[in-house]
């Protein structure tokens, strides 16, 4: 497509902004409006959906042209196609522009660590101007997309749960929407099950001959406002989830089925070896489970490449995985799930949800993929060999409250993950410092850390550049007081070994001109409360200032901190004010602390217990209230003669 | 000769020759690392790398070095892949798969149609474990005329060291090819056989590239070479000029003339197109390299909306040059020094230097609050001419007053500050020297931003004490993030600027309150600079001084600990408080 450059007049129209009309004048601050967003599906017997993707939006500012110049769609090559139907430009001058699809470009699309072939659509509609109307059609056909040519063979258009279809259609928004239509046609035989949450909208079912139209629409939909650390938009914002498939366990049934009938679990005579020498002397199952997990944790390094056809829903096979030693979740839980079939245990896939809730309508809501092992109880226990490389959790707290659907023989329902408690990842520093009368502070301190704290701590030694050990160490005492200077640092024989226990590291130090010196006082500020080992304290980075919130919220993990710090002051030295928080305590979280002085010495102790990752709205005051109770104590402390 | 050249060739020499001796554990290492620039007498050229890498950690083998990224222009380049495979520690071999070999779309090339057509080979190493080796030997082969010269700038070092390392240049012997050699001794042996010219550099025991923070070639701590066909700089970058549109190009005049139609002045003028230039453009990432040293012409920037760096360069240049400004676009070098010979390789980013009344306008297409150069962005040459290029150098001074009246709630400040040209953009839209002021004055004069205004600030009281920090300015250079960079350092250090800076604070203290800080006076005076740093108390005033100068830009390895002196007292937060207790 070619411009002359008299065309450039046309963008001068930025200096003279259009009002919209009737409700779009609300939305006059935003850069684009989209005028309509319709989606239309027809699906066939055998699951497959012919898309018809329609968009007009209307720019209103510079920012708004840039970001419209180029129209790009993403699709998967394995599974749809997608081509541009139409593309116009109808310019505020009253001038329309078709913008020739057939110049449309399909690529390969940039990737980093899944490297599947997904490809995109582009098409360049080039400078704007404010005011511009730009609306295009696309085709898609998949498993979830839509239509194209006649003459092809559709086979892989078909969803590998066949006759099948299911479809996750946010209905949030990010510029404002005047109109947003998804409606789909489907055979009469077929049975839909569909649900809109946390939220409304218009819908209905109407019988088209052979075919039931089910349509769903909503009208001047206004960008979320999202709140910091709040759960998923998934969570909290207005979608729709429709499925044809009647419960998860018919789907779990088909997981199971699609792997034991590809084979992805077959022995192997190198892999066998492996896990023969890998479970050499483990005599509990436990032992053998976690050895296992933790090989493959460890050396089956994220980077997928495709195996072709199956690939996205199907788990490589035990040759692939243990020649190519790389993968994404599926191909590394599907090496243990064939490793621990090899050490004689009954192990299956399962596919999960990192980041927001599944459901109970069964679409396929899902973006990682586990194992799950049988224990000799009869239970099955989830492993996530992805998710705790150089960590010694098998199922990462960092998944706590996590839905999950085993692809078992027995089929099963949707299941969940439990809390981890908090002293699976505490934390513990304890600190012993001499102040002097000129404010020179000289002392240790030694953190300990277990569970998903211990991942945080050690990290530096099992995922860090071993010439950086040293310098990293020093930058932890740097983030006190650029002041410190590190004496001598402890890791112990082998911090990388992080299968021996909770991470211990001794810090020897002295930090000059550490306190603020008056005339008879000496102020000073907790070392375990001046940004030390910040990275471990995940809960600083949710903003505690907020006092109310609609939505649940995040953090990274459940955690314990406990800090206890003696500081020896000078002789006649009296603190100004002790403080004493007795224990306050809820079904989110806990905090007691205290700061006292004993004889020449100033005793600081805290214990913030936060109980979950995921919370609920709710939730929020509790936490709040420990953790800013925690923060109080990081006021410097006066002491005077 | 440079004493301090002489040093960090002595230190390098033995860097090389005694790695062996003084040897961190390994993460990984290249065995082997092989690479072969080869122009043919039909302008073809071929580069050839070949390594063999050897993984001891995880951090190498899960997060560094799974993949090797290839890009290149499959219009033009040939990508052949002569061998990759891994080799296991117990020998295995494990080819690399063919589904591992992925082309996709660069990363810089994305959301750019002109540009859709770049691939990026992703090799997936397959079989990696601890102890394995890569073996990965490819070449990417350019038709004739698509690289218009033989031009590389190389900076040795890999982020693992190297046992051996060759470079070998191969050109016809009736070519002449010049090189430049930074912070490495190593004559390259030269041959000639068959018409072809052969230079050949052997390095043995490369260490690694170092993890600290801003090290640098131009700085003397990283070993490199420039390589180039190219007669002279003026040749060299006429490459790219002679690609620009013609001057006073008269569809740039319509645009130009369109965009300036209701400015006054000729700096209204210029504001108005870099305003137009820098708001109304996407940018694209993609190098001169990975375009072959093409842009589109302004025409088709205009009409697309996104540009390269240097497409952009030539729209700014184009508009400028249109309406008569006095314009020069200029490619500023990762090097300070003029070297033995030019490529376009060395270059390190573009700008357009503008001329109005006597004042030197740096600008860049991307970003107009880029403020004046800074001291150290290394050799600058003009690409109409290829000359060099002088960067008008630029006041780094602060001043700042303040006269604060106290009370047990709150302060209010009343403050004169002075700031150098080093701070303040051209147009006014500087970024907020003084948050949270008002009643604010501003004027320029003598290359100076004058601001004046008041603040309240309130307080907090706590057991009958008030602890107030001073108000400053958010281009302070304890703002800077030196103090907080690790005690030792081996590498030496550019600063942007050389920082003088004057604060005094006189504080009125209500009868209701006693200052606790006792007076004191706290002197530095250094090789590398000079801090002082004072509270005087007289009555109910209060005076505190805090000055810093430091002399030096370039701080050699052998002054970092009296830098970092200056710096962390600079940045003591004990330093810029005071203490009062109130009286009841």
Known sequence: MKYSITTFFLFLLIFNPINGKGEENTFDKYNSIILLDSTAVSVTSKGSGSFAIYKKIKIQSVAGTLANRIIKYDYDPLTASAEFRTATIYRANGDVVNLDVTAAQDYVAPARAIYWGARQIMLEAGRLAVGDVIEYEIA????????????????????????????????????PTIRKVYQVSIPKEKEMQFQFYQGECASSMRCNGEQNIYKFAMDNISPFIKEPNMVDLFDAAPKLMISTTPTWKEKSLWFYKTNEEYGSFASLPEAQKKVNELIYGKNSEMEKIAILTHWVADNIRYSGISMGKGEGFTLHNTKMNYTDRCGVCKDIAGTLISFLRMAGFEAYPAMTMAGSRVESIPADHFNHCVAVVKLSNGTYMPLDPTWVPFCRELWSSAEQQQNYLPGVPEGSDLCITPTSDPQNHFVHIIATNKLDKKGNLKGEFTITAEGQSDRSVRRIFTLGWQSDWMSTMEKQLLDISPKARLLHVDWGKNPKDYQSGPIKITFHYEIPDYAFIGKNEILFKPITMNNLYNQVRSYLYINTNIIERKYGFKDACSRLLKLDETTYIPKKYTI?????????????????????????????????????????????????????????FEDAIIIRK | MDTNYIKSTIILILAFTCNTIFAEPLDAEYQKLAETWTLHANGSQEYRRSMELTLYTHIAMNYTYGETFICYNPKYQNLKIHTSYTKQKDGTIIQTPDNAFVEVLPRNAENAPAYNHLKEMVIVHTGLELGATIFLDYS????????????????????????????TLSVPKNKSVGYEQFNFPIKPSVSYSDNIQQIRWEIHNLPAKSHAPM????????????????????????????????????????????????????????????????????????????????LRNADAVINSAYGTEIEMINLLYGLLNAIDIDAQPIAVYNFNNEPKVYGLNGIKEFLVLAYLDNKQYVLYPTNKKITGNFKDKGLAINLCNGETTILTPLSSDITYQAEIDLTSQNYKASIASTFGNQFTSFFGNNIDFIPKLSNSQKETQNNQEIIKGELSTPLKEKNGYILMSFPSTTVSFSGMPYASFNTGRKENLMLPYCPIEKYVYTIHIPENMDLCTPDKEKKIDNNVGSLLVSINTKGKTVKITRSIEIKKQFIKADDYAEFRLLMTEWADPNEQQLLFKCIK
């Open chain 2, 215 to 294: 090290v640098s070639l131009k700085d003397g701590d990283i070993p490199g070479l420039l390589v180039s066909t190219y007669p002279s700089a003026k040749d060299a970058l006429q490459t790219l000029y002679a690609q620009f549109n013609a001057p006073k190009d008269p569809q740039l005049q319509t645009v130009a003339e369109a965009l300036t139609e209701n400015s006054k002045t000729d700096v209204d003028r210029l504001h108005a197109i870099l305003d137009y230039v820098t708001n109304q453009y996407s940018t694209c990432r993609l190098s001169i390299s990975e375009t072959g040293y093409r």
């Open chain 1, 576 to 632: 100004v004010e002790t403080k004493n928080i007795p224990l306050i305590n809820s079904s989110a979280a806990s905090f007691e602390g205290s700061i006292l002085q004993e004889g020449n010495k100033i005793v600081i102790h805290q214990e913030l217990a936060l109980k979950k990752r995921v919370y609920e709205a709710s939730d929020w005051d509790s936490f709040r209230n420990a953790v800013n109770a925690h923060k109080s």
């Open chain 2, 140 to 167: 990417i082969i350019s038709k004739p005329g698509y690289l218009p010269e033989l031009d590389l700038y190389k900076e040795f070092p890999q982020i693992s060291p190297v046992k051996n390392y060759t470079l």
């Open chain 1, 140 to 175: 898609k056909k998949g498993f979830t997309y839509a239509l194209l040519a006649k003459n092809e063979d559709d086979s892989r258009f078909i969803p590998p749960m066949q006759g099948q279809f299911y479809d996750i259609i946010p209905f949030w928004v990010e510029q």
